[in-house]
């Protein structure tokens, strides 16, 4: 088990609330089919973007921070 491996590096020490990941998650892909459905490239890239910001770039900044 992990834990018997590392007994001083606790599981659990980050931990924020989803809430806002999933929001921006979501966000972002409405935005992204909403740029696919007009057409627009510059939408869908956003959408991407905001995507990846809410999945990889903001938890392992809090991380960073913490």
Request: proline share 11%.
């Amino acid at each position: 088990m992990l834990a018997d491996r590392f007994p001083g590096v606790p599981l659990a020490a980050f931990a924020p609330s989803p809430e806002p990941f999933l929001v921006l998650m979501a966000l972002g892909f409405l935005v992204g089919v909403g740029g696919h459905v007009y057409g627009s490239r510059p939408a869908i890239a956003t959408g991407i973007g905001l995507i990846l910001i809410a999945t990889l770039l903001l938890p392992l900044a809090l991380y960073a921070t913490d």
